[in-house]
């Protein structure tokens, strides 16, 4: 080979070498592209949350200022009607003054709603200003209704109830169903909260109470059999379970507890047959294809039982992924 063509080679080589590493450039260049764009989008999302929190801030502010003007209102309106208060305890002629009161009452009530005492009332209770003990006392200037009062117990009651707050609501719910006695709400209410706080056998009394107001109450029947399942008393558990199902065979938790009861009691076959039921039903909740695959392990059946941990591990992850979606 001559040295023309040594050197043609040589040039062709470095050319070669030169188009790879701009080629090796140009990804370099395209992949700080692709990160420039990511970081693009992230500072994108950054801003829109720095946006979200600050409009948060700002909601959080207004709320505050509203409550500290309630709070000065509230101080006002106390002011009022203590001085009210006073004027009608001189009222020399008592039976005037509760005529009085009762126009007062009439007036502001005309409709059939509940008055504005009650409404006043209820904003005190709320905000921790006055206790169901000294309703009484107030009752002595204000005329409140027994509809009044039973609004105004059910109104805090369930304010505790919903912050899980229940050994607070039980007074409440004591004084809502005294004021109440037909009304099955509170005492099912009741009967809820003493189970929470850990008081199982007033709990029983009290679903008791509200079976015999209405024997249909399936709240009250899906309560009590619980309990009796924590209890360990399956016969009993299955026995009310049976009623509530005679009553509504739409409802699946009523078949997976009836299940529960059924293999407490050593009947593995109907306790299958029951889940297998609750399934059909809610196809999503994951502890009855657990529970399922569990009571077939028991069977030595572990073919069966295999494709209920599957569906379970299925269903685990879809939840996982709603969940990647909506941190997003």
Not at 126 to 143: A, E, M, P, S, T
Not at 290 to 300: A, M
Request: proline share 2%; hydrophobic share 35%.
């Amino acid at each position: 080979m001559g040295r023309n063509e040594e050197k043609e080679a040589e040039v062709k080589g470095q050319e070669s070498k030169t188009k790879l590493q701009e080629a090796i450039v140009k990804d370099e260049e395209s992949a700080v592209k692709s990160q420039d764009s990511k970081v693009q989008n992230q500072e994108i999302k950054a801003k829109d949350r720095e946006s979200r929190i600050k409009e948060q801030e700002s909601k959080v502010k207004d709320k505050k200022a509203k409550f500290r003007e309630q709070e000065e209102n509230i101080e006002d309106d106390e002011s009022t009607i203590k001085a009210k208060g006073k004027q009608k305890v001189k009222v020399s002629d008592g039976k005037a003054a509760k005529k009085a009161s009762r126009d007062e009452a009439s007036a502001a009530d005309t409709d059939g709603q509940y008055s504005s005492v009650f409404y006043w009332h209820s904003f005190l209770l709320y905000c921790g200003r006055i206790l169901h003990k000294v309703l009484d006392f107030y009752n002595q200037f204000f005329d409140l209704t027994p509809k009044d009062k039973a609004k105004l117990y059910s109104n805090i009651s369930k304010h505790y109830i919903n912050k899980g707050l229940y050994d607070k609501a039980l007074s409440y719910l004591k004084e809502w169903s005294k004021v109440d006695p037909t009304n099955t709400e509170p005492l099912y209410q009741l009967g809820i909260a003493l189970a929470a706080s850990g008081n199982r056998k007033s709990a029983m009394g009290v679903f008791s109470k509200v079976l015999n107001l209405e024997p249909q109450h399936l709240g009250a029947l899906h309560r009590r059999s619980s309990i009796m399942l924590k209890l360990k008393d399956f016969k009993a558990a299955s026995d009310e379970l049976e009623k509530a199902l005679a009553i509504d065979v739409e409802n699946p938790r009523f078949f997976y507890l009836y299940a529960v009861a059924k293999e407490g009691l050593g009947e593995i076959d109907k306790a299958i047959e029951a889940l297998e039921k609750a399934i059909e039903l809610d196809p999503d909740e994951i502890k009855y294809h657990q529970h399922l695959g569990f009571l077939n392990v028991s069977k030595d059946d572990h073919k069966t039982a295999a494709k209920s941990f599957t569906k379970v591990m299925e269903l685990e992850r879809e939840m996982e992924e709603e969940d990647d979606e909506e941190s997003y």
